[in-house]
Nanobody, 128 residues
Framework: QVQLVESGGGLVQAGGSLRLSCAAS????????MAWFRQAPGEGRKFVTA????????DYSVSVKGRFTVSRDNGKNMVYLQMDNLEPEDTAVFLC?????????????????????WGQGTQVTVSS
């Protein structure tokens, strides 16, 4: 069973930066596709970014492309989300997600239903 724990959220002014971290345990981290989703009050989980098992292939939602950067450290079982030029519209709970990639592909799902493991989330609030 994989456990995911997010950290790094907080309150920041518009234009500021935050770096989120996701610590994974209990599985073969280097074989997992990792992703970040976000959920605002009253809304469903929305895709933010994903990274394949090797870290070579990434994908971003249109709303964050050019402002957010995802990375991973397989030696430390960590995935990171660097968020720059934050906007009030980015305010949400950010969740880390994982899915097993047995074939070690470059397929990066964007639907929440395609990810099996989830963290509890970390709150990001951007003030205007």
């Amino acid at each position: 069973q994989v456990q995911l724990v997010e950290s790094g959220g907080g309150l920041v002014q518009a234009g500021g930066s935050l770096r989120l971290s996701c610590a994974a345990s209990g599985g073969s981290f280097s074989t997992y596709t990792m992703a970040w989703f976000r959920q605002a009050p009253g809304e469903g989980r929305k895709f933010v970014t994903a990274i394949n098992w090797s870290g070579v292939t990434t994908d971003y939602s249109v709303s964050v492309k050019g402002r957010f950067t995802v990375s991973r450290d397989n030696g430390k079982n960590m995935v990171y989300l660097q968020m720059d030029n934050l906007e009030p519209e980015d305010t949400a709970v950010f969740l880390c997600a994982a899915r097993s990639d047995f074939y070690r592909s470059s397929y990066l799902p964007t639907l929440p239903s395609e990810y099996r493991y989830w963290g509890q989330g970390t709150q990001v609030t951007v003030s205007s």
